[in-house]
């Protein structure tokens, strides 16, 4: 069984700075690809950033220049280091990664990690 645990969500001020982490469990196989999206309340889940394995990245633009993502593919964990908090980054983060299974692709949620971001 597949699980993603996140860590790092929390509150802080605008201009501040938050880490998240989440590292995938019960799975030999290394993600192809890992990310962060988010989901504010009223709003539809969106893409913050990609990485695969290749350390290929996207980014959305309303976080580029801001935050960062990377990943340890030996601990099947990826990082968002956000930096310049505005408080329209308020939401719930969610970690993301695609497993490969044989000829499959198979995709995975964590439980989300609430940011709040205060003005």
């Known amino acids: 069984q597949v699980q993603l645990v996140e860590s790092g969500g929390g509150l802080v001020q605008a201009g501040g700075s938050l880490r998240l982490s989440c590292a995938a469990s019960?799975?030999?196989?290394?993600?192809?690809?890992m990310g962060w999206y988010r989901q504010a309340p009223g709003n539809q889940r969106e893409l913050v950033a990609t990485?695969?394995?290749?350390?290929?990245?996207n980014y959305a633009d309303s976080v580029k220049g801001r935050f960062t993502i990377s990943r340890d593919n030996a601990k099947k964990t990826v990082y968002l280091q956000m930096n310049s908090l505005k408080p329209e980054d308020t939401a719930v983060y969610y970690c993301?990664?695609?497993?490969?299974?044989?000829?499959?692709?198979?995709?995975?949620w964590g439980q989300g990690t609430q940011v709040t971001v205060s003005s």
């Open positions: 993301n990664a695609r497993i490969p299974l044989g000829i499959f692709e198979y995709e995975y």
């Open positions: 990485a695969t394995s290749g350390s290929s990245t």
């Open positions: 019960g799975s030999t196989n290394s993600p192809n690809a």
